[in-house]
């Protein structure tokens, strides 16, 4: 499944002729690592940033630090700041974010969820929470990768 979201991403943006940056923490590098594996993916991926905590979340992609550091950087808000910001660092077309938590911690009431964000340049196109079941950090962080990258499938495949 994983690899039939990625090829659709690709041919997508090749076909358009746009490129797409990632800005990830909760994921790891699972975005980029995706993307990067894709044939042809220096001609549609810019790259990807992870960034973890509010300082190099607030340096790299601007998130405003005093409303980050309220939701420990995991909300609506920040994702949407974090896609919208990669698009200006990568130069790149498509932005795509991820932030949130793969482990129980008492900044989330021990809750797993993370919020993703898609944007074209400056213009939001989704934005959504996402809720996981108890299962190992690992399978929760590919889970939100999956999920994230199937939603950019389906703005590129059938628009907004």
């Given at each position: 499944m994983g690899m039939t979201n990625i090829r659709i991403i690709?041919?997508?943006l090749l076909r358009g002729r746009k490129?797409?940056?990632?800005?990830e923490s909760v994921t790891a590098?699972?975005?980029q690592f995706r993307l990067a594996g894709a044939e042809d993916a220096a001609q549609f991926f810019q790259g990807g940033i992870t960034a973890y905590n509010l300082g190099q979340k607030y340096r790299h992609l601007r998130v405003e630090p005093i409303h980050a550091q309220s939701c420990n950087c995991v909300d609506?808000?920040?994702?949407?700041?974090?896609?919208?910001?990669v698009c200006r660092l990568f130069c790149s077309q498509w932005g795509?974010?991820?932030t949130g938590y793969a482990t129980p911690v008492p900044e989330s009431d021990n809750r797993l969820y993370a919020w993703y964000?898609?944007?074209?340049?400056d213009e939001l196109l989704l934005s959504q929470q996402l809720h996981a079941t108890s299962a190992t950090p690992s399978a929760v962080q590919e889970w939100y990768?999956?999920?994230a990258l199937s939603a950019f499938a389906n703005i590129l495949t059938y628009g907004h």
């Open positions: 690709r041919d997508q490129t797409v940056a990632v800005a590098g699972l975005l609506e808000q920040v994702a949407i700041e974090m896609a919208k910001n795509l974010s991820i964000a898609i944007t074209q340049g990768a999956e999920m």
